[in-house]
């Protein structure tokens, strides 16, 4: 009663299965847990995964309502995102985009400019700023305001270059046309001051003058008179300046 005759015929202590029953409950029981702990990282990893994809949708939402054009390359300059702005500003659509590289609308400028560019953000690892003469899909060139910064890693390595363009061929022709004002502005300055010194110096002789002149606008109203034309008339300008030539 006491034994449990195994099939070899050979009796084992009841104490025997009890130990061997605990240790598989000790299993059982390590490995519930050891579920419930994958159970609980998953679910981690879904919140996380969540929260990483309500974060995106955030930026997405805000990138596409920039008027500004947005894009994400990898760190050999493929592109991996674009905003709406880009659709507008190049031409090109996102599906016409994705995969290639900024080259598609850019590679007008000389070839120093790019390396300069290259040799900041990707050696360097510092943001560049500088504008860029780009050409649309359609063939029509613009000028645009460019700034690129590199995202680096923990290990400080290049991870994705972020960059901003915006179109600035409006700006810039107003801002020409500013200049050019001002400069006939200036011109036109110029040739009023001569006018006026050349004015005065004829005025001046006129009054040094010995003979009486007087001059009269259109409606034969005196304007002006020099000393000998006030010895003349024996009234000063100033009482006969607006009266009719034929009064004084």
Do not use: C
């Not at 920039?66 to 592109?79: A, E, H, K, L, N």
């Not at 000389?110 to 560019?117: G, R």
């Not at 009269?216 to 002006?224: A, E, P, R």
């Not at 300008?237 to 009064?247: H, N, T």
């Amino acid at each position: 009663e006491n034994k449990k005759i195994p099939a070899a015929g050979v009796p084992v202590p009841v104490e025997t299965d009890v130990e061997r029953l605990k240790e598989q409950n000790r299993f059982l029981e390590d490995a519930r847990q050891a579920i419930a702990n994958i159970l609980e990282d998953i679910a981690e990893s879904e919140a996380n995964l969540r929260k990483k994809t309500e974060e995106l949708e955030k930026f997405q939402e805000i990138a596409d309502s920039s008027f500004d054009q947005i894009i994400i390359t990898d760190p050999d300059g493929v592109i991996l995102y674009a905003n709406h702005a880009t659709e507008i500003l190049t031409g090109y659509s996102k599906a016409e985009v994705i995969g290639q590289k900024p080259s598609l609308w850019g590679a007008q400028m000389p070839k120093e400019v790019y390396e300069k560019l290259w040799r900041t953000i990707k050696i360097e690892k510092t943001p560049y700023a500088g504008e860029f003469t780009n050409l649309r899909k359609n063939g029509e060139k613009y000028l645009a305001s460019t700034r690129i910064s590199p995202l680096l890693d923990a290990r400080h390595e290049v991870k994705f270059f972020v960059a901003v363009q915006r179109d600035i061929t409006e700006e810039r022709k107003s801002q020409a046309r500013i200049v050019r004002h001002a400069a006939e502005l200036e011109t036109a300055n110029a040739r009023i001051e001569a006018e006026k010194e050349r004015s005065e110096s004829i005025l001046g002789f006129l009054k040094s003058i010995g003979e009486g002149v007087f001059a009269t606008d259109l409606d034969g109203k005196i304007i002006f008179m020099n000393e000998a034309a006030e010895l003349m008339s024996g009234k000063p300008f100033a009482e006969s300046e607006g009266r009719l030539s034929k009064d004084v």
